[in-house]
C-alpha cells in the first residue's frame, strides 16, 4: 500500500512539474498585429529599450495557449526588435508572474516551402553555436514559394562568408538567396540544444 501512494506520489509530482513547464514556455508561429515601444519611468535610465509586442497565434508549437493573439513584453540593448520586420517567424517566449516575456533575441523567420510547410533558410548561428558542434541535424535544399533574399550590401566581405556561407547561400551582387534550410523541428532543435540549453531554458 505504502508502495503504491509513493508512486501515485511520484506520478503526481511529475505531472504537475511537466504542467508548470508546459505553461511556462510557449513556442509558436506568428505574425505581427504591433509593435509599441514602453517610455521608460521618470528619471530612469534603462539598459534595454522595451517594447509591448502583440501577434497574431498562427500555430502553438510547444505549450499551451488558445486564443488568437498574443500580447508580450520585448527588451532589446540595440533599440527596435529586428524580428518584427519578419512576415512570419517562429518566436519563443516565457511565462513569468501571469506575462510573457520574448526570450531575448531569440527568434526564427519562416518562409513557405513549395511542399506547403513552413521552413526557415540556412541558420548560421545556431548550426555554428558551440553546443550544436556535434550535432547530427543537416540543412537540405528547399524550394521556397517566394525567394529568400537577404540585403546584404552594408556587410563586409568576411561578415558575408561567415553569415551567409556558400553553398547554403548564392551570393548574387548585394543579394544573399537562401538554397538550403531546415523545417520547424530541426530549427526549434538546433535553437533549444544551443543558445537556449546553454541559458538553461526551454528545455
Known amino acids: 500500500m505504502r508502495i503504491f501512494i509513493l508512486i501515485a506520489a511520484l506520478f503526481i509530482s511529475c505531472s504537475v512539474f511537466s504542467e508548470d513547464e508546459n505553461n511556462k514556455y510557449l513556442v509558436f508561429i506568428g505574425s505581427k498585429v504591433s509593435m509599441s515601444p514602453v517610455q521608460p519611468k521618470e528619471d530612469e535610465i534603462p539598459f534595454d529599450s522595451q517594447f509591448l509586442a502583440k501577434y497574431r497565434v498562427l500555430e502553438v508549437y ?10 508580450f513584453t520585448v527588451f532589446d540593448h540595440y533599440g527596435a526588435p529586428p524580428f518584427s520586420k519578419y512576415a512570419h517567424l517562429l518566436l519563443y517566449l516565457e511565462k513569468h508572474e501571469g506575462r510573457y516575456y520574448h526570450s531575448k ?64 547561400y548564392k551570393i548574387k551582387r548585394k543579394k544573399a538567396i537562401a538554397v538550403y534550410g531546415n523545417y520547424i523541428d530541426e530549427l526549434f532543435n538546433l535553437k533549444q540544444n544551443g543558445v537556449l540549453k546553454a541559458r538553461g531554458d526551454f528545455q
Open 105 to 168: 533575441y531569440q527568434y526564427t523567420p519562416l518562409y513557405r516551402a513549395k511542399n506547403g510547410k513552413w521552413a526557415g533558410a540556412y541558420p548560421t548561428y545556431d548550426y555554428t553555436h558551440s553546443y550544436n558542434e556535434n550535432t547530427k541535424i543537416t540543412p537540405e535544399i528547399i524550394e521556397f514559394v517566394e525567394p529568400v533574399i537577404v540585403d546584404i550590401s552594408e556587410y563586409e566581405k568576411e561578415d558575408v562568408k561567415r553569415w551567409f556561407p556558400e553553398p547554403y
Open 62 to 71: 510547444r505549450g499551451s495557449y488558445t486564443s488568437k493573439e498574443i500580447e
